[in-house]
């Protein structure tokens, strides 16, 4: 293939110096300077050629036509398998605009996110489109000023605090539980994923501002309303996005009116509108009451480190980063309730006397079922709401021994990762939480082999919220209904470009006990 494009190319050349006007002979030397050094040289220089790579490359396409029509996550598995290396493999995008790396083993992925995280940050693309939606808040910042909004942040997510949130977790699922009551058909049918991912931003809304959107009982909510529209964009879309942006310079590019820019730009304008009012109205209400209240926001706010302007970026990320993930989670954990009567029969047996013996929920009692927690870690290990994540290379440096040079994208396959036959066995892919109980793992031997909410400085600073949240609202639903998957509701396609979910939502049958 290389060769044919080549003399493609001299034919082209002859083409281009011989019969042209000026206009289009500068256009046309544009464009060939563009596919010689996008396309050609890339594909015979690039300093990753030595490293090992899928032997099923095109010469257009790279690797991704291997990615096409399957769930994110698996075809890295595959090549995981198959490709023999020794921690990462050369990935080759379409055009080689794509070409990057990805890790293949946790030794490997921990000098990305861990022994050398600050030789990295997250790709310009990827944090163009966060700073529209987030603005500068803790996931969207990098090098020292990310050391230091996190150790600013990091006492909001403490174990006391979280604990104390405990209550809203619980008060919600109850009222999800009436949700759900309400909107089963005759037969016990319903949609689930729309009510689970309002009562994760209700949720979110309360432990972050104190204050309860309600959007389980309105949906009609314009905050509910413009994440539903940024998380219902479509992968092509957003692949279109993600080509044109990459291509074009970003003042270009957001001109282009596809579909994925206008959803974005129109919904991140608003969310800035709306969160930079709440804070106002919290404000207002504040400064009585501030001392004895326990949401996030307050907590920052008494620590006099951030400005207002600061506070929206932080609560526009908790906003974000904490609702879509838990709800994909939790949509998850019902269709495997719905799948495993088995587990579902044990889960609620274990919970059941716990429920029972005090109508206050603690986080004492949530801890107190070793199978919620595993169960709940066998969960988050199949179905991590973000299967994968990237970086790109700031100096040379070396990733498993590997010296890899600068400006390089590296992939970290999450999902992956998360299911490695080399550490999990052959049953790596079956939902087993007894597997968490047993001894090997309770001795925290495949600790790295757990990559969810990543590690490392960056790793996710809401995974005690987003445990405790879920064990709150499985022990509500469990304790309330029978799970069942719906009539016609087949195996569920992952599907999303921020967060995985069930493509076109997930239908079960409930049955109240
Ligand atoms: C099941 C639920 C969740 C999952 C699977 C999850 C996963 C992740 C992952 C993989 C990252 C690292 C992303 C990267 O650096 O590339 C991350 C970062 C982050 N998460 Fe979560 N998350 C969850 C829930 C939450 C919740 C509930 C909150 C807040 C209330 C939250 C807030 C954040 C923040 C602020 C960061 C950025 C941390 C930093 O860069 O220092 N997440 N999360």
Redesign the pocket.
């Known amino acids: 293939m290389p060769v044919s494009v080549l003399l493609l190319a001299r034919q082209y050349e002859f083409f281009l110096f011989s019969n042209s006007h000026l206009v289009t002979k500068t256009f046309l030397i544009v464009a060939y300077a563009f596919l010689i050094s996008k396309l050609v040289l890339p594909y015979f220089t690039s300093p990753l050629r030595p490293l090992p790579a899928p032997q099923t490359s095109h010469f257009f396409l790279g690797h991704s036509q291997e990615i096409e029509g399957l769930p994110p996550g698996q075809v890295f598995r595959k090549w995981i398998e198959q490709v023999p290396n020794q921690g990462v493999i050369h990935y080759k995008g379409y055009l080689h605009l794509g070409s990057a790396i990805h890790v293949t083993t946790p030794e490997a992925m921990m000098d990305v996110v861990s022994t050398h995280a600050y030789h990295y940050e ?1 790709p310009g693309m990827a944090r163009k489109l966060l700073s529209m939606i987030l603005g500068n ?3 969207n910042v990098e090098g020292d000023e ?1 050391k230091k ?2 150790k600013n ?1 990091t006492p909001a ?1 403490s174990g006391r605090h979280i604990k104390d949130l405990v209550p809203i977790f619980w008060a919600k699922g109850h009222q999800l539980g009436d949700v759900i009551s309400r909107e089963a058909r005759k037969d016990g049918s319903l949609e689930v994923t729309a009510p689970i991912s309002r009562a994760t931003l209700d949720i ?1 809304g309360s ?2 501002i104190g204050k309860d959107f309600n959007t389980l009982e309105n949906s009609d909510n314009a905050l509910a309303k413009q994440y539903s529209s940024l998380f219902d964009i479509k992968s092509i879309d957003m692949l279109l996005y993600y080509l044109t942006n990459e291509i074009l310079p970003y003042w270009l590019a957001k001109w282009i009116p596809l579909r994925a820019t206008v959803t974005i730009s129109q919904a991140a304008s608003r969310l800035r509108e709306i969160t930079s009012d709440l804070l106002t109205e919290k404000q207002q209400g504040m400064n009585d009451g501030i001392r004895h209240q326990n949401d ?1 926001i307050a907590i920052l706010t008494r620590t006099g480190n951030f400005t207002d302007d600061t506070l929206t970026d932080q609560l526009l ?2 906003l974000a ?2 609702h879509e ?2 709800s ?2 939790l949509s998850w954990a019902l269709y495997i309730l719905a799948t495993h009567p088995d587990i579902q029969i044990r889960l609620r047996n274990e919970l059941q006397p716990l429920l029972h013996t005090d109508s206050v929920m603690t986080a004492d009692i949530l801890d107190s079922s070793s199978y919620l927690q595993a169960f709940l870690s066998e969960l ?1 290990r199949l179905y ?3 299967p994968l ?3 790109v290379t700031l100096r040379p440096t070396t990733i498993a021994n590997i010296p890899i040079p600068t400006g390089v994208l590296v992939i ?1 396959p ?1 999902w992956a990762l998360n299911r490695a036959s080399s550490t999990w066995g052959p049953d790596a892919d079956l939902f087993r939480p007894e597997r968490w109980m047993e001894d090997s793992v309770k001795g925290g031997a495949p600790a790295l082999a757990f990559n ?3 590690h490392g ?7 005690g ?2 445990r405790y ?2 064990k709150a609202l499985l022990a509500a639903l469990l304790a309330r209904f029978e799970f069942e998957l719906a009539q016609g509701q087949g195996e569920p396609v992952p599907d999303g470009m921020f967060t995985v979910k069930p493509r076109g939502g997930l239908r079960v049958k409930v049955r109240e006990l």
């Open positions: 997250k808040g803790l996931v990310h909004q996190r942040v997510f979110i432990a972050c996030i990320t908790f980063a904490g993930t838990t994909s989670t988050l991590p709401a973000a994540t990237t970086r970290i999450i969810t909410f990543l400085p960056r790793s996710c600073i809401g995974q919220f987003a949240e879920l």
